[in-house]
């Protein structure tokens, strides 16, 4: 298995420039999270979809961010407009639905390093 | 106050060393307690996982839950350069949303 692939793996763009940001999750898996990660405020959650109805996105930061699930393998985040402070590591994750129950791992992507100039 | 508190270091040990990782956290209804272990450029990977309280021991590695004084633990026995990482400590309170700590920097000095 491939794990979780994310695209593109940088991106450099200027400030009111959207950004798409792009996510396969393990194939099978009923989760698929977007979390950021900065130096100030570490790996933050941002939402979450379970099959691919979102959840929970009390973490987007902001009306200028939207992410959807338009199928079981695909997912997008985007920003519009973008911002300097939106510049970070954007990680994508998915994980399984254990229904007996215990802790369903998460497993991450290897993440969008994103620069707003 | 953030729910989850950890101290990000740096934290520099010489090889073979025992390193000892912590959190501590607010939120009383937090069940699973993990590390998760993240190298530079790379992202994070579980390393253990513990429901509720107790002890959970894996090779080198032992972690720690004490939710009456709501702390929790990582231990590195041994520890390798291999082990120079950050770490993350996350919890859950059900419904598969994670809190993270804002990790911490190891590193092993051969």
């Known amino acids: 298995d491939a794990g979780v692939i994310q695209s593109p793996r940088h991106e450099v763009t200027e400030m009111g420039q959207e950004v798409t940001l792009r996510c396969k999750p393990i194939?099978?898996?009923?989760?698929l999270f977007w979390y950021r990660q900065t130096m100030m405020r570490g790996l933050e959650l941002l939402i979450y979809?379970?099959?691919?109805?979102?959840?929970?996105d009390s973490g987007m930061p902001e009306d200028r961010f939207s992410a959807k699930m338009p199928n079981a393998s695909f997912s997008t985040l985007k920003i519009q407009p973008s911002e300097p402070r939106d510049s970070a590591v954007y990680f994508c994750?998915?994980?399984?639905?254990?229904?007996?129950?215990?802790?369903?791992?998460?497993?991450f992507g290897p993440g969008t390093r994103l620069t707003v100039l | 106050q953030k729910e989850v508190e950890q101290d990000p270091g740096p934290l520099s040990v010489p090889e073979g060393a025992i390193v000892s990782l912590n959190c501590t956290y607010s939120?009383?209804?937090?069940?699973?307690f993990m590390w998760y272990r993240q190298y530079s450029r790379k992202g994070p990977e579980l390393l253990m996982y513990?429901?509720?309280?107790g002890n959970k021991e894996d090779g080198r590695f032992t972690a720690q839950v004490d939710k009456s004084s709501k702390y929790i633990s990582l231990f590195i026995r041994d520890s390798q350069p291999s082990d120079s990482a950050t770490y993350l400590c996350a919890m859950e309170q059900g419904a598969q949303k994670l809190v993270f700590g804002q990790g911490t920097r190891l590193t092993i000095n051969p």
């Open positions: 939120n009383s209804a937090f069940q699973y």
């Open positions: 994750a998915s994980s399984l639905d254990l229904l007996a129950g215990g802790y369903n791992e998460q497993f």
């Open positions: 513990t429901y509720s309280s």
């Open positions: 194939s099978g898996h009923d989760y």
């Open positions: 979809f379970n099959n691919n109805v979102p959840i929970d």
